[in-house]
């Protein structure tokens, strides 16, 4: 004679909440993040010729050519100033390439954002700060990265036609040395082509045409005026 079957249903596992395990839902949070906020498509463009603005430009836009007119616009921005346009990216790199700065730049201390950056110019360098923001905002939906773009981009050149020469000459060694395109030593020349070029000539102002020199103590700038770590 067949054993009856057990007619008793088995009890459901519950965690510790009182809730059946079965019923529990995985919700990855990213996900909800990036399908909840609407994307809309943006680039950088300029305003009077004076200021870099987030602004909505059309949803069939190649992101290629939203990349590389928002490029476009920051050398269009930097070249009306008698400086090197390079001398303000590397201030801007200087500012951007901080462990505490926005995603997708900082974050971490141990493994910020900005150490995937691995080219050996300028140029690359400025297309990586830029490309970064946008590819960013198109994975996750989050345009902190751009708005931080933004925002260091005006201020290098608020600071920059504001004559803030030593703290900005230090920014630039801080940019280089960050982007790997120095190497760290007890001295350090700013290259001729990178150096402090008033936009407003005073008779009483000295530029050197040799360079300006500095030694590790004068780095502490950087802490004074509260912007970013020691090197060391």
Avoid at 203 to 223: A, C, D, H, M, Y
């Amino acid at each position: 004679m067949k054993r009856a079957a057990n007619s008793c249903p088995e009890k459901t596992q519950q965690s510790s909440d009182g809730k059946p395990l079965s019923n529990r839902v995985s919700i990855n949070t990213l996900k909800v993040i990036r399908h909840a906020v609407s994307q809309k498509a943006l680039i950088l463009s300029l305003v009077n010729d004076k200021k870099l603005i987030v602004s909505p430009t059309s949803p069939t836009y190649p992101q290629e050519s939203i990349i590389r007119d928002s490029f476009t616009g920051i050398i269009s921005l930097f070249s009306q100033l008698n400086v090197s346009p390079h001398r303000l990216i590397y201030i801007a790199a200087g500012f951007m390439f901080q462990p505490q700065s926005a995603l997708p730049y900082g974050v971490s201390k141990r493994n910020p954002g900005y150490l995937e950056y691995t080219g050996r110019d300028v140029d690359s360098l400025l297309w990586f700060l830029v490309s970064a923001a946008f590819k960013w905002y198109w994975r996750y939906r989050g345009r902190e990265g751009i708005d931080f773009l933004t925002h260091s981009m005006n201020h290098t050149l608020l600071l920059h036609g504001n004559g803030e020469k030593d703290f900005l000459d230090e920014m630039v060694m801080k940019g280089m040395m960050k982007a790997g395109h120095l190497e760290r030593s007890k001295s350090t020349v700013i290259p001729e082509n990178l150096r402090f070029v008033p936009e407003k000539m005073d008779g009483n102002e000295f530029v050197s045409t040799n360079g300006v020199q500095f030694t590790p103590g004068r780095r502490k700038i950087l802490l004074d005026r509260g912007c970013g770590e020691p090197d060391d």
